[in-house]
């Protein structure tokens, strides 16, 4: 099947650090991929669409000055936490569809973000 | 009220048992639906995708239900194996496609 990775799997960090993580396609080209959030006991909750070539997508209530993301590939989009903090931690998760964004999606492994 | 609503969970049941999980959902431009699993502290993997006309995969049996904006998810003779969380997810059109992720029930079950 379709495989979706992340990196790093796990960040700890600094209060204000900037954090990046990257996302990739594999065996595939993604136009669009998407990035999640997840807390503790939490469904995953949808930040923002990563469009290739152009601005990304951004659900209501995310900061898009704190959440940078580009997408500057058919394999690869990356999300940047500007000036993390605490409550910042959280696992962040991007997923890719490779039949488009109206089909199935695969996940990447997800990364743990720590800032202490 | 949230897009996508789940059984509260979580479900305890003895190996061999028949589970049912229910989900609603309340966006009409949602076009496709799943059911995905997540283990504790991983990523969702997807179990399958609900039609239309239902569809059975193994012990896993999923129904949607468009006119009541209902969608189920049953499986019959439950494994250890199958604990887990279990997410109903719609994909919903609108400027563009989204995923809309419900809230998730916790399956555990017991030997």
């Known amino acids: 099947g379709a495989v979706v990775s992340q990196h790093p799997s796990w960040v700890i960090c600094k209060s204000g650090t900037s954090v990046k993580i990257e996302c990739r396609s594999l065996?595939?080209?993604?136009?669009?991929m998407f990035w999640y959030r997840q807390f503790p006991k939490q469904s995953l909750m949808l930040m923002a669409t990563?469009?290739?070539?152009?601005?990304?997508?951004?659900e209501q209530g995310v900061e898009k000055d704190k959440f940078l993301i580009n997408h500057a590939s058919l394999t690869l989009s990356t999300l940047t936490v500007t000036s993390a903090h605490p409550e910042d931690s959280s696992f962040y998760i991007c997923?890719?569809?490779?039949?488009?964004?109206?089909?199935?999606?695969?996940f990447g492994p997800g990364t743990r973000l720590l800032v202490l | 009220r949230k897009e996508v609503e789940q059984d509260p969970g979580p479900f305890n049941v003895p190996e061999g048992a028949t589970v049912a999980f229910n989900c609603t959902y309340s966006?009409?431009?949602?076009?496709?639906f799943f059911w995905y699993r997540q283990d504790c502290r991983k990523e969702p993997k997807l179990l399958m995708s609900?039609?239309?006309s239902g569809n059975e995969d193994g012990r896993f049996t999923a129904q949607l239900n468009r006119a009541s904006q209902y969608i189920s998810l049953l499986i019959r003779d439950s494994k250890l194996s199958d604990s887990a969380t279990y997410l109903c997810?719609?994909?919903?059109?609108?400027?563009?496609?989204?995923?809309?992720f419900g809230t998730g029930t916790r399956l555990k079950v017991l030997a």
């Open positions: 997810v719609v994909n919903i059109r609108g400027g563009t496609y989204k995923y809309i």
């Open positions: 065996d595939f080209q993604a136009t669009t």
């Open positions: 990563s469009n290739e070539g152009s601005k990304a997508t951004y």
């Open positions: 997923s890719a569809p490779p039949a488009g964004p109206q089909e199935t999606q695969y």
């Open positions: 609900v039609y239309s």
């Open positions: 966006n009409s431009a949602s076009q496709s």
